[in-house]
T-cell receptor, first 114, second 114 residues
């Protein structure tokens, strides 16, 4: 089956720094990628929809200048958390859809901001 | 707007017992419905999905779900729980199966007692 990877799986950064998370579709071209955020014991909250070569569409309440999304190719989307603060600590999950419109999820990235 | 409600944030069953996880949805258009499973610190794995056609959907690991339009429900069942079924389960709705964004329920944590 289709595989989506995320890197890094865990990251700890200091408050005020920026951190980049990569989402890759390993064996298929992803027409669309999604970024979700999951708080402990909570559901997944969609942050933004990312299409290759175009600007991401952010959900209401998500700061686009805070969470920068770049979908540079059909196999790679990146989420950069800028000027991270402790409240940005969370589990970030991406998903990617293939040409048959099946959606596959990455394993997630645990971000801890100290 | 679409929404999903999962009744019961935590369900506990004995090994071998019936598993029933409840999901109700709200959608202004014919919905596409999904059940995902998440193990600790991992991404989501698709259990099953309903798009069109047969309302009883069979998925992986012995799970199945029935789409009941009159009750706006899509409950997940498994006749006999296994210890390995212990995980977090999410019901989700989408406006289409065309790689559309997913709206997730709050999740239900399933515990299986020996």
């Amino acid at each position: 089956g289709a595989v989506v990877s995320q890197h890094p799986s865990r990251v700890i950064c200091k408050s005020g720094t920026s951190v980049k998370i990569e989402c890759r579709s390993l064996d298929f071209q992803a027409t669309t990628m999604f970024w979700y955020r999951q708080f402990p014991k909570k559901s997944l909250m969609l942050m933004a929809t990312s299409n290759e070569g175009s600007k991401a569409t952010y959900e209401q309440g998500v700061e686009k200048d805070k969470f920068l999304i770049n979908h540079a190719s059909l196999t790679l989307s990146t989420l950069t958390v800028t000027s991270a603060h402790p409240e940005d600590s969370s589990f970030y999950i991406c998903s990617a859809t293939d040409l048959s419109n099946e959606q596959y999820f990455g394993p997630g990235t645990r971000l801890t901001v100290t | 707007a679409q929404s999903v409600t999962q009744l019961g944030s935590h369900v506990s069953v004995s090994e071998g017992a019936l598993v029933l996880l409840r999901c109700n949805y709200s959608s202004s258009v014919p919905p596409y419905l999904f059940w995902y499973v998440q193990y600790p610190n991992q991404g989501l794995q698709l259990l099953l999905k309903y798009t069109t056609g047969a309302t009883l959907v069979k998925g992986i690991n012995g799970f199945e779900a029935e789409f009941k339009k009159s009750e706006t429900s899509f409950h997940l069942t498994k006749p006999s729980a296994h210890m390995s079924d212990a995980a977090e389960y999410f019901c989700a709705v989408s406006e289409s199966n065309q790689g559309g964004k997913l709206i997730f329920g709050q999740g239900t944590e399933l515990s299986v007692k020996p």
